[in-house]
């Protein structure tokens, strides 16, 4: 009867780990069921805003392609759909308008000095970090989860190894079966832990290299915007 008892008492199954877990055990899965939730809905929504975000720089960029002037370009990015892009575009066509340029003789087309065209620079840089951080929006907290997860798992394991030894000093036996099931069920939450790690660690690296690509495409589009006015003789 004793022997029946003790079988019945030994989980069977990772549920019957996590269901007879140490009440701390528990709390520290709870913590990483959320974070993986967090995790992966920061994954997700990123996915979709950088889809919608490339497609429109990529539908932008092949229209501004074909325009010639800057005034031609300028007017495709007011009536575009808006985007990092077409804001961009928009901050550039501020500056000019209110800087001052200096007039061309004999009917040329006003130019900017070179300390204005480093200010120019130095304006679509700044732009480009604005949307960057909106665009990077919540990217950070994927590598806080994939670094944090796997040091709450290590607590929950060790909490859970503590308990496990303090139940075999409570009821005087010392055998494998007795230490087995709660080392069993600690080691859970160390499991637990790298299943949420990882996918983070992934969706962290892949987006801040999709990030990086965009701010590059960004930087780009800016030299293009200087060329164009090169091109027109306005530098």
């Known amino acids: 009867m004793f022997l029946l008892q003790v079988g019945s008492a030994i989980p069977a199954t990772r549920v019957e780990l996590v269901t007879n877990a140490s009440d701390e055990t528990k709390v520290v899965l709870v913590v990483l069921a959320i974070l993986s939730l967090l995790s992966w809905a920061v994954m997700l929504s990123k996915w979709v805003t950088f889809r919608r975000a490339e497609r429109a720089a990529a539908n932008f960029m092949k229209e501004f392609h074909r325009a010639p002037r800057l005034d031609q370009a300028a007017a495709l990015g007011k009536r575009s759909k808006p985007s990092a892009h077409t804001r961009v575009m928009h901050r550039a066509t501020q500056f000019l308008t209110e800087t001052r340029v200096v007039s061309g003789s004999d009917g040329a087309p006003a130019t900017l000095s070179a300390a204005q065209v480093q200010a120019l620079r130095l304006v679509l840089d700044a732009e480009t970090n604005v949307e960057r951080d909106l665009l990077g929006t919540y990217?950070?907290?994927?590598?806080?989860?994939?670094s944090v997860s796997p040091l709450l798992g290590l607590l929950g394991t060790v909490l859970g190894v503590i308990e496990?030894?303090?139940?075999?000093?409570?009821?005087?036996?010392?055998?494998?079966?007795?230490?087995?099931?709660?080392?069993?069920?600690?080691?859970?939450?160390?499991?637990?832990?790298?299943?949420?790690?990882?996918?983070?660690?992934?969706?962290?690296?892949?987006?801040?290299?999709?990030?990086?690509?965009?701010?590059?495409?960004?930087?780009?589009?800016?030299?293009?915007?200087?060329?164009?006015?090169?091109?027109?003789?306005?530098?």
Request: proline letters at 4%; hydrophobic letters at 60%.
């Open 139 to 146: 990217i950070p907290f994927l590598a806080i989860v994939g």
């Open 164 to 235: 496990a030894f303090l139940g075999v000093a409570r009821g005087g036996s010392g055998n494998l079966a007795a230490i087995a099931p709660g080392v069993a069920e600690a080691l859970i939450a160390t499991a637990v832990a790298l299943a949420v790690a990882i996918p983070a660690y992934f969706g962290y690296n892949i987006l801040a290299a999709r990030l990086n690509r965009y701010e590059g495409e960004l930087d780009g589009f800016g030299s293009e915007l200087i060329a164009l006015m090169a091109r027109e003789g306005r530098l």
